[in-house]
């Protein structure tokens, strides 16, 4: 089976948060949007901005980004996702989520495999299993 991780899904694993999927291996293959990188290194440095981080611990969180993110297929975010990510969705959904959602949309069209969208965003599951995709919420 193959899984398409957004940003949460990576975040919870590096910070070592309570329910963080750990058994990353019952997947065949780990996708995500090129963006998921961009949040999370984002989020690193705005956790140090806002004191949840020490500037010790800062490489350490990136290095372990940097180790889950590489072994994560990224998808370039191309021209036909965000004209899908800019349309309707039936249910309310946030810029960057829409671009998670239509990634996914567009990689199972591409490749008409098998894809499970793996979120801790509640409000991302709803919105991606509106649109018909297979999801798992993450507890």
């Known amino acids: 089976m193959n899984a398409y991780f957004d940003s949460s899904v990576v975040l919870r694993s590096i910070l070592n948060e309570p329910l963080a999927i750990d058994n990353w291996s019952q997947w065949e293959l780990v996708i995500t949007s090129e963006l998921m990188r961009?949040?999370?290194?984002?989020?690193?440095?705005?956790?140090?901005?806002?004191?949840?981080?020490?500037?010790?611990?800062v490489p350490d969180m990136i290095q372990s980004a940097s180790r889950l993110v590489t072994s994560i297929e990224e998808i370039e975010i191309y021209p036909a996702v965000l004209r899908r990510a800019a349309s309707p969705f039936a249910s309310v959904v946030g810029t960057l989520d829409a671009i998670h959602i239509s990634t996914a949309l567009l990689w199972v069209s591409d490749k008409a495999d098998s894809l499970v969208f793996v979120t801790h965003d509640v409000q991302q599951s709803v919105a991606a299993r509106l649109a018909g995709l297979d999801v798992q919420t993450a507890p």
């Open 38 to 57: 961009v949040e999370v290194f984002r989020a690193i440095d705005r956790l140090r901005v806002i004191g949840r981080l020490t500037d010790a611990q």
